[in-house]
């Protein structure tokens, strides 16, 4: 299947999920190549729509700076998602958790700001793809959210069905640039301690938290 085809598969997704919503949606983006197609789609229908980012404090010098320039361009409404700790203020408590402890690291510095965050709203778009993982070979292109305080909401991944091919040829198309670390050899991307170029080559997320897990638990209902 072209493209084309699959690009109008996931823009029926989304006219589907906005029409049904009842005006409070919001998409999570870190800025990744995928992340950046959703946004796209998205901002080309709602403006104004919110792009929840998770500012962990140990993203990399080139996503701050990637997320700052399609934010100018694109006019985004970006809300920044900050922990309650700062980073020195954790790591003076906690020492380094990312090594010691990284599903707590990411519990903290992730999973707490994005679920109390999304207790505004009743739809969340994410850029997640079946391809990307094990852990998300059965991902519904739609399915309900169940945040630990029990509020349930639509959760809405229209590229569930996209290879990393039609990733890079929707952006090639509509003359979007890509985060310069894929330049480097990254193929997943997230915190700069966590994240190194894959070490298994069929595997995009083999070089996420040296392969000891697989997700960092915002994608795992409450």
Not at 53 to 76: K, M, S, V
Not at 85 to 110: A, H, I, N
Not at 204 to 222: D, F, M, T, V, Y
């Amino acid at each position: 299947m072209s493209s084309p085809n699959y690009e109008a598969e996931a823009n029926g997704w989304i006219d589907e999920a906005l029409a049904a919503s009842a005006g409070a949606e919001c998409v999570t983006s870190s800025f990744q190549a995928e992340c950046v197609v959703l946004v796209h789609m998205l901002v080309s229908r709602r403006p104004g729509i919110p792009v929840l980012f998770l500012d962990t404090g140990y993203h990399f010098p080139e996503t701050y700076a990637y997320r700052d320039q399609i934010t100018a361009q694109w006019n985004l409404n970006l809300l920044n998602l900050t922990p309650k700790l700062t980073v020195d203020e954790q790591e003076s408590q906690f020492g380094l958790l990312y090594r010691t402890s990284p599903d707590r690291c990411c519990g903290m510095r992730k999973v707490d700001p994005l679920f109390a965050a999304l207790e505004c709203y009743d739809t969340w778009f994410a850029a997640l793809r079946r391809e990307q993982s094990k852990s998300r070979a059965n991902l519904q292109a739609a399915d309900d959210f169940k945040l630990p305080s029990g509020k349930r909401l639509r959760k809405i991944s229209p590229l569930a069905n996209w290879s990393a091919r039609h990733v890079w040829a929707y952006l090639e198309r509509h003359g979007i640039p890509r985060m310069p670390l894929y330049e480097e050899g990254y193929t997943s991307i997230g915190c700069m301690p966590c994240t190194s170029v894959p070490v298994d080559a069929n595997d995009p997320r083999s070089g996420r938290w040296s392969g000891a897990k697989l997700e960092c638990g915002i994608h795992i209902q409450g």
